[in-house]
């Protein structure tokens, strides 16, 4: 499939042909929510703890008598169903992560650039160069590109983008990522996908060599 290119002024100054594979693909939005939940589930610390009833202070003494109180039989105080007790089967320092197929992670994104392609929140400029770090041009670029809300640009890291990067810093919502460091959850939560045209010829060409 074709896309259009327009410059940093919002003109179009050509076209890019870019793998269908990629961009024109079936959509798995199973394999996006997998990668989804394999990222955010990354982030978690995994710190949460909570004590059993070997691990609280106290209890050591036998509450009553084991016979003739009509009670039913307590050894400690500190038992789950004791006010003060041990928690049952509560929550211990653990890892989040979960593996995903390369294949599947691949698929998620694929299927991220499809969506956005099909629901025309796909924009494809010639490059990002700016002469100078200034973050009002940058929002200039912004305003011609009608970019208003999130969004998500990916350069190639070969490209002059540091000028760029440098210059959105401190604008809100708004990411920068190379092709190579592109990730589904960025691709999902940005309203606007921006790249280059050389960015979007290279994740042709890696993604669409599965």
Request: hydrophobic share 40%.
């Amino acid at each position: 499939m074709k896309l259009d290119v327009m410059d940093l002024t919002g003109k179009k100054v050509g076209n890019v042909e870019v793998a269908d594979s990629v961009f024109n693909c079936e959509v798995n939005e199973q394999a996006i929510f997998d990668a989804i939940l394999r990222q955010t589930s990354s982030w978690r610390q995994g710190t949460h703890d909570t004590k059993t009833r070997a691990e609280v202070s106290g209890g050591g003494k036998k509450p009553f008598r084991q016979k003739g109180t009509g009670r039913a039989r307590q050894g400690s105080t500190r038992a789950v169903q004791y006010r003060h007790g041990g928690i049952a089967f509560g929550p211990t320092p653990r890892s989040h992560t979960f593996k995903l197929n390369r294949k599947v992670r691949r698929l998620a994104l694929r299927s991220g650039l499809t969506l956005k392609a099909k629901s025309n929140d796909l924009l494809c400029i010639d490059n990002i160069k700016m002469d100078a770090i200034k973050t009002k041009e940058f929002v200039k670029i912004l305003s011609a590109l009608g970019i208003e809300r999130k969004a998500l640009f990916v350069v190639d890291f070969d490209e002059d983008f540091d000028n760029a990067y440098m210059s959105l810093r401190n604008l809100n919502n708004i990411v920068m990522v190379t092709a190579e460091g592109l990730n589904i959850y960025d691709l999902q939560n940005a309203n606007k996908l921006v790249m280059t045209k050389a960015a979007a010829v290279k994740l042709g060409e890696v993604l669409g060599n599965e």
